[in-house]
């Protein structure tokens, strides 16, 4: 693509016009003399630069998007039973708990109640 010394100019102000629009400059009469060019004629390109500016706010993202962005760019995470549980929403991380304490308490019941009945077993068998 070829652009004509007129249309990288209006480029150049435009990119001029921008940047003082981002550091809060109110003063824009020096740039369209360094230019040359007469205000109305950029004067529309001015408005939607600073709606853009004023629509689109920055935003800081979160640890969690920053690491999974990452992972996708750099490759395959390592995903182990702790990541998988910790990226669940909380419901699900409380709910997974308890099912996880359940379970450990039925497998402690029935072990405990296992050697309940050797110890009768083996006390039966003494008399």
Same mark, same amino acid.
């Given at each position: 693509?070829t652009?004509?010394?007129?249309d990288?100019?209006?480029?150049n @102000?435009?990119?001029?016009?921008t940047d003082?629009? @981002?550091?809060?400059?109110?003063?824009?009469?020096?740039?369209?003399?360094?230019?040359?060019?007469p205000?109305?004629?950029?004067?529309? %390109?001015?408005? @939607?630069?600073?709606?853009l500016?004023?629509?689109?706010?920055?935003?800081?993202?979160?640890?969690r %998007?920053?690491?999974? @962005?990452?992972?996708?760019?750099?490759g395959?995470s390592?995903?182990?039973?702790?990541?998988?549980?910790?990226?669940?929403?909380?419901?699900?991380?409380?709910?997974?708990?308890?099912?996880?304490?359940?379970? %450990?308490?039925?497998?402690s019941?029935?072990?405990?109640?296992?050697l309940?009945?050797e110890?009768?077993?083996?006390e039966?068998s003494? %008399?």
């Amino acid at each position: 693509m070829t652009y004509s010394s007129s249309d990288l100019h209006l480029q150049n @102000l435009l990119s001029a016009l921008t940047d003082a629009i @981002l550091v809060d400059q109110t003063d824009l009469d020096h740039l369209y003399r360094q230019y040359n060019v007469p205000r109305a004629e950029v004067e529309s %390109f001015l408005q @939607l630069i600073q709606r853009l500016h004023v629509a689109l706010v920055g935003v800081q993202p979160s640890r969690r %998007f920053v690491q999974r @962005l990452r992972q996708d760019l750099i490759g395959q995470s390592q995903w182990n039973l702790v990541n998988r549980v910790r990226y669940l929403p909380p419901r699900v991380q409380i709910a997974a708990g308890i099912a996880l304490i359940a379970g %450990f308490m039925l497998l402690s019941r029935r072990r405990l109640a296992a050697l309940a009945r050797e110890d009768r077993q083996l006390e039966a068998s003494t %008399f």
